[in-house]
């Protein structure tokens, strides 16, 4: 289950990973001096010689108690008294739910979201026409129905208040804020030509993001773009993103009109004269990260006709692909689809006439260069592809990658999105792992790489040192991969680690004088506290989208005004 989570969301491998731990040894000297690792650099500096492991920093006793370990750690677990959660996305909600079956009735769970509104993709990424994926929303309601539960919705941290204060604040802090970042692709003409845009971009957009789609440069580029007649997309990546974004494009806006989408993406699209959507790939069907059931889905569209070259799935059956495939049912099924699609003459011939929309899959293809239109020199008019052979990297059994011929083929494209992943950013005073993007923790505890001391061995330069009272949890502690329900195996992780570490007396002890994150926000000064979305707010908002959704006949009408949704929950 959890391998099939990862693989469905799995992207492209990114190009551009930076070796550079810099970050995290300056976070290590930042941390050393700060009070809540007190504790720790005393720790340290009483056995300088040693450089303290994770397991001896995790597991010695902290107190002589006869009690069980579990038992030691369930009523020290209900010794918490607050706790914060970064994020208010799936990972933030399931660790919620799962600490306060922990905790005592006097603690409170406290969710802070840089948006008014919570759940994260599940508002914002999850695409309109899949309803039933969005109700987990209603799971994560109950979880906000515990009365030991807040929500602080428009608090940005690290700009409206900083983790010192929320370390100053509560025993535990969490982080579960997501990835907020695109993978980039490195090419030329990728960051300047217009056109050329992330699909987190354009999730964002039709999501109502109030970022992306209060944008009005953004939504009169798409209008533009779109409603060329003949207008071609192209899409960069091959994850369940990828498909989503083709099959939001390929649709007729008829079909997409009861869905939640945003009316300001709907009526863009009810202009569309796209024709073609490329849904491009650097390695074969075999390796492809979407998923059958977002496959057959594309396939089915009204309007739209799926096609793949021929030739290119046979050079993805290379004897190392076939080989895979007969290991996996999943895989071969997908495979088997893929080669099941109609190549485009095929598709042209058996309906002449149709004036339909054509989503071809491409693969073995790597993109090399953005090119300008001519007739528009500042938008892209066509994208450089180099065709690609499989190899296995390092020999037999390695990983198979894809690696260029030399062949350079030029796609007209009018719009391109590039869909090869998002990335977690740092976050001021939280150790940032800046070549894998995550949070670096080890069972969602937060680490610092220790520097080695003078003359140590190479094993002890691998030492590491926990943050005490930081965890994380989600995409910024595994990386964007995974479906909802992955977040809830790595939720229970990182809530028994939470549990474990109380139970060992390892949580630091606040040291703020306030009462309520609404009194530490006042006391900082950078947030008008009567712009603090709770709980009880949200729901207004909720109340009212439904509302003007029920007249549109959609199950909601995303306001895409942040300051509209203040309005609207503070009144
Ligand atoms: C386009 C797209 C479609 C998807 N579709 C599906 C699907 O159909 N089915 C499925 O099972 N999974 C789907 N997923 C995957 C699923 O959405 C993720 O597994 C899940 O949302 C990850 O949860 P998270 O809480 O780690 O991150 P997020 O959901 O991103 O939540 C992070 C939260 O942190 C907040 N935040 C960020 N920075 C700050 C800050 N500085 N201060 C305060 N708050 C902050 C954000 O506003 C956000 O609310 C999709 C993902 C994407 C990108």
């Known amino acids: 289950m959890v391998l099939k989570a990862h693989v469905s969301f799995l992207l492209f491998t990114p190009t551009n990973h930076r070796r550079d731990n810099s970050v995290s040894r300056s976070m290590y000297a930042l941390l050393r001096r700060g009070s809540a690792c007190r504790k720790l650099a005393l720790s340290l500096s009483s056995s300088r010689s040693s450089v303290p492991t994770a397991a001896t920093l995790w597991h010695q006793p902290a107190c002589f108690s006869t009690a069980s370990p579990a038992a030691r750690s369930a009523s020290a677990a209900a010794s918490i008294r607050r706790v914060g959660i970064v994020g208010a ?91 907020s970042e695109d993978r980039t692709l490195g090419i030329p003409g990728e960051d300047t030509l217009e056109g050329v845009i992330g699909a987190r971009t354009f999730v964002n957009w039709y999501n109502g993001h109030p970022e992306y789609a209060q944008d009005e440069k953004l939504t009169t580029m798409l209008r533009d773009i779109l409603a060329q007649p003949g207008a071609q997309a192209a899409v960069l990546g091959q994850g369940n993103v990828a498909l989503d974004c083709a099959r939001v494009l390929a649709k007729q806006p008829a079909d997409l009109a009861s869905s939640d989408i945003c009316e300001h993406a709907l009526e863009v699209l009810r202009q569309s004269h796209l024709t073609t959507m490329s849904v491009i790939g650097r390695r074969g069907h075999g390796q492809a990260a979407f998923t059958i059931k977002e496959l057959r889905e594309l396939s089915r569209i009204a309007g739209a006709t799926l096609v793949v070259p021929p030739e290119e799935v046979a050079q993805g059956l290379t004897p190392f692909t076939i080989a895979e495939l007969a290991q996996s049912r999943p895989r071969k099924r997908l495979a088997d689809l893929v080669e099941s699609l109609p190549a485009p003459s095929a598709a042209a011939a058996a309906a002449p006439a149709a004036a339909g929309r054509t989503v071809a899959l491409r693969f073995l293809l790597i993109p090399k260069a953005l ?19 499989l190899q296995q990297e390092g020999g037999e059994g390695g990983r198979v990658v894809a690696v260029g011929t030399g062949e350079m083929i030029e796609m007209p494209c009018n719009l391109v999105l590039r869909s090869i992943g998002y990335k977690s950013q740092p976050l001021e005073g939280v150790p940032f792992d800046n070549r894998k993007a995550v949070v670096p923790n080890r069972q969602g505890r937060v680490f610092v790489d220790a520097p080695a001391a003078p003359g140590a061995l190479a094993a002890a330069a691998a030492a590491v040192e926990v943050v005490p009272g930081m965890y994380c949890t989600g995409w910024v502690k595994r990386g964007p991969t995974g479906i909802i329900n992955t977040n809830i195996y790595d939720a229970r992780e990182t809530v028994a680690s939470i549990v474990e570490d109380a139970g060992h007396g390892k949580l630091p002890t606040p040291s703020s004088s306030s009462s309520s994150l609404l009194d530490v926000l006042a006391k900082v000064g950078r947030k008008k506290v009567e712009e603090v979305v709770t709980w009880e707010g949200y729901r207004k908002i909720d109340a009212y989208e439904c509302e003007v959704g029920a007249t549109r006949g959609k199950p909601r009408e995303k306001v895409i005004d942040a300051q509209e949704l203040v309005r609207i929950a503070t009144k």
Do not use: W
């Not at 079956?101 to 508002?123: H, N, Q, Y």
């Not at 300008?372 to 938008?379: G, L």
């Open 89 to 179: 996305g799936p990972s933030g909600f399931y660790v919620a739910k799962y600490l306060l079956k922990e905790l005592g009735p006097s603690a409170t769970v406290e969710m802070i979201d840089c948006l008014p509104t919570p759940f994260g993709l599940v508002r914002t990424g999850v695409a309109p026409d899949h309803p039933e994926v969005k109700s987990v929303q209603n799971d994560f309601g109950k979880v906000a129905e515990d009365p030991r539960f807040r929500f602080f919705g428009n608090v940005r941290v690290g700009q409206d208040v900083g983790m010192a204060e929320l370390r100053g604040f509560y025993d535990v802090v969490v982080l579960a804020y997501g990835a």
């Open 371 to 389: 090119l300008p239109d001519p007739a528009r020199p500042h938008r892209v008019g066509a994208i450089v592809l180099e065709r690609a052979r």
